[in-house]
């Protein structure tokens, strides 16, 4: 007999199912969000083995997914054309330069990495630019960033874009400023369920509470000991905090544990019970004690490579593992280089996945710049990219003369 594995996904796709084949819910009055395209496609793919066809009537998706098909049809209630652009991080970067360049400001002062994470940061949290600037509180750097920040925006909407952050606070801003648009779509939604709920932000959790708030029918799953995404703006109390947001909620532990060890699972309880903030429950699981779990203090960088290679080597040779039954998880791409390094010196042979991502490579970025000026006339940024590629003779200086104009006649768009 097949084991019943009951994890958090099968929850969500197992009460649609139930739902739709049960009480009669239509699928379109149902949402569905998850945190990535990978797990929404999952999601989908489950909910059609269980009820067909009919999935494809649901509404399954990432928030930013399901924000921009509302913003495709509203944005214009803002002042956006429907044909707006979503800004990736190389324009992000592009275009915030543009600003310190006209405001005058140090770039080596202020990067721009540095003042699109803290834009991000502030967009997470809901703060405007007027906001931001109120909250600087005399900071010299803070309030130079709210010059920027502000700039920043300005120049999105002359462009007819979007950066990531502002799909759902756009949404957001819809759905409370025009009373029509916000009963259509929480009344279309009678059930609203949410994926990974721990992560959730500010903005996210706004965006959900509009949502349901007329039937208030939501169901969350997510893991409070597992919020580990402070730092890119998620507020681990709005899983702490649910019971009292969304009175009469029922909670349901899912304790069992499917794929760890006993042992895994022990010093996972460990460190659990000293959380000062959490749900009580204990982890089990029917599998065996398993290995005890390793804890290895290195001094730097390279020290951690040079064990890691010791490891894999040592095991290649104790217990006849192939280089094949390896694989090192690290979690950010520039950690990669000193375990690269020492792989090389030791002559191991290894694969990076992932790496330049498909959409990063200039030419296809020159390729959707063309195609997104065809789109939207008003995106400067494409036009900048490929208005000398190939090359047409058009050199820094003639480009920054009209820009130049173009600042002074928002008709012309470089």
């Known amino acids: 007999m097949q084991e019943q594995v009951l994890g958090k996904t099968k929850v969500l796709t197992h009460k649609i199912a139930y739902l739709i084949g049960k009480k009669n819910v239509k699928p379109w009055e149902i949402l569905a969000i998850t ?18 066809n009919v999935a494809n009537e649901m509404w399954v998706g990432t928030f930013h997914s399901i924000c921009v098909k509302i913003l495709r049809r509203y944005i214009d209630r803002i002042g956006f054309q429907s044909s707006f652009v979503i800004f990736d991080t190389s324009d992000q970067r592009t275009l915030v330069k543009q600003c310190l360049r006209e405001l005058n400001i140090d770039d080596k002062l202020f990067t721009d990495r540095g003042v699109l994470a803290e834009i991000s940061n502030a967009k997470n949290e809901m703060l405007t630019p007027v906001n931001y600037a109120a909250r600087a509180n005399g900071e010299l750097r803070k309030e130079k960033i709210a010059e920027i920040y502000s700039l920043y925006q300005k120049k999105l909407k002359q462009n007819n874009s979007l950066d990531f952050d502002d799909i759902i606070n756009f949404t957001i801003d819809i ?8 009963e259509y779509y929480s009344e279309k939604f009678k059930y609203v369920l949410v994926d990974e709920y721990q ?26 000991d597992q919020g580990i995404y402070s730092f890119r703006g998620a507020d681990i109390s709005n899983i702490l905090n649910f019971e009292k947001d969304f009175p009469g909620t029922k909670i349901i532990k899912l304790e069992q544990n499917y794929r760890s060890t006993k042992n895994i699972l022990n010093a996972a309880n460990a460190v659990i019970k000293n959380n000062s903030k959490k749900y009580e429950k204990n982890l089990w699981t029917e599998k065996e004690d398993g290995k005890l779990p390793e804890v290895h203090l290195c001094d730097n960088e390279y020290d951690e490579a040079t064990y890691i290679a010791e490891q894999i080597e040592h095991l290649r040779r104790e217990e006849y593992y192939k280089y094949s039954d390896f694989a090192v998880l690290y979690r950010m791409n520039t950690q990669s280089r000193s375990i690269e390094e020492i792989l090389v010196r030791e002559q191991i042979p290894y694969k990076i996945v992932g790496g330049h991502k498909f959409y990063e490579r200039k030419e296809i970025k020159d390729v959707i710049a063309y ?7 008003s995106d ?7 208005i000398n590629e190939p090359k047409r003779g058009i050199g820094k200086t003639s480009l920054e003369k009209i820009e130049n104009i173009s600042a002074t006649n928002r ?4």
């Open 371 to 377: 195609l997104r000026l065809i789109q939207n006339t």
């Open 411 to 414: 008709n012309i768009n470089v």
């Open 199 to 224: 992560d959730t932000n500010k903005a996210q959790f706004t965006l959900i509470t509009l949502l349901a708030a007329r039937h208030g029918n939501i169901t969350v799953v997510g893991d409070n």
């Open 175 to 182: 759905l409370t400023e025009n009373p029509d648009v916000l």
């Open 35 to 52: 945190f990535t395209n990978k797990a929404a496609n999952e999601m989908k793919t489950r909910i059609e083995n269980l009820i067909g």
């Open 380 to 386: 400067n940024l494409s036009l900048q990219r490929i």
